[in-house]
């Protein structure tokens, strides 16, 4: 296996969860690529092991090690993995996550703590069980989402999951500094299984496609992203060219947030 020497990212060792997901496979190979050691992390063994071994037959320095985010004992058992394995850390990129549309007075104490726990919890137990192993120079980059800025109908369990994501950026970015920068990307809809599994639910023929359509309409830009235009934003705060940079949230939304 060859590890990479040049790179944005030359020699950086990161950990990404959500590493089978449909943005979290573009940004292990895209960590790869700039010359990241990269520990993946996702629920699906079978998925994970796919992926280590299309990234390794590539070159690329990735392993894959599956963890339920949720779970503070798997999460802290990660973090050993990680401890033996590299003695250290350098890059933390928080993406696992699932999304939920109800109207609030429909949804079930068990659908808000399952939210919470996939997207918010984690980041907390990511960020307390890694930070002890990252020095200097070490950066966390947590994804939430244009839904955690802005009020949307049906999605007060993921927005409100998700707005929790940023502000614990800001209080992990106070706490950590100087050594270790915290920053959050919230993406606007992206082409991945996420939003398609949402959308699957508008009856089948010409409304799906216009529901998908309207996504990237009200965009100025006028269409859904792709995961390789979030992950670079990604890898910019991963490396140490942002190294004067902590703290902040960044809409990747095709202008959404500005119309
Ligand atoms: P995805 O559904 O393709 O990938 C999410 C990954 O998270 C999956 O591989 C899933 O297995 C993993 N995951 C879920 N629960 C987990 C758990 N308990 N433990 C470990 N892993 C778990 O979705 P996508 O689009 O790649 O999402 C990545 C991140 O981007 C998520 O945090 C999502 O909320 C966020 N996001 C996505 C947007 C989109 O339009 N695709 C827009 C804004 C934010």
């Given at each position: 296996m060859s590890t990479t020497t040049t790179g944005r990212l030359a020699g950086k060792r990161t950990v990404i969860t959500g590493a089978t997901g449909g943005m979290g496979r573009v940004a292990c190979r895209m960590f790869c690529e700039a010359g990241a050691r990269v520990i993946g992390s996702d629920l699906d063994e079978a998925a994970g092991r796919g992926l280590e071994e299309e990234l390794r037959a590539a070159g690329h320095d990735f392993t894959f090690k599956a963890a339920d985010v949720t779970s503070e004992a798997e999460v802290e058992a990660l973090a050993g993995f990680v401890r033996q394995r590299w003695d250290g850390l350098d890059v933390l990129y928080n993406n696992a996550g699932i999304i939920l549309g109800k109207p609030l007075l429909g949804t079930t104490v068990e659908e808000w703590d399952r939210l919470h726990a996939v997207n918010t919890r984690s980041v907390f137990l990511a960020i307390r069980a890694f930070a002890p192993l990252m020095g200097a120079g070490g950066s966390i980059v947590n994804i939430s989402s244009g839904g955690g800025a802005r009020a949307m109908r049906n999605m007060s369990a993921y927005g409100s999951s998700k707005a929790g994501v940023i502000l614990l950026t800001k209080v992990a970015a106070l706490e950590l500094a100087p050594d270790i920068r915290v920053n959050a990307i919230l993406p606007g809809t992206?082409?991945?299984?996420m939003p398609r599994n949402f959308i699957s639910?508008?009856?089948?023929?010409g409304e799906r496609e216009a529901a998908w359509q309207a996504l990237g309409d009200g965009r100025p830009l006028k269409r859904v992203g792709l995961p390789e235009e979030v992950v670079p934003l990604a890898i910019f705060l991963a490396?140490?060219?942002?190294?004067?940079?902590?703290?902040v949230d960044y809409f990747v939304d095709g202008g959404r947030a500005a119309a």
């Open positions: 992206i082409d991945t299984p639910r508008v009856p089948a023929g490396s140490d060219e942002a190294s004067f940079i902590t703290g």
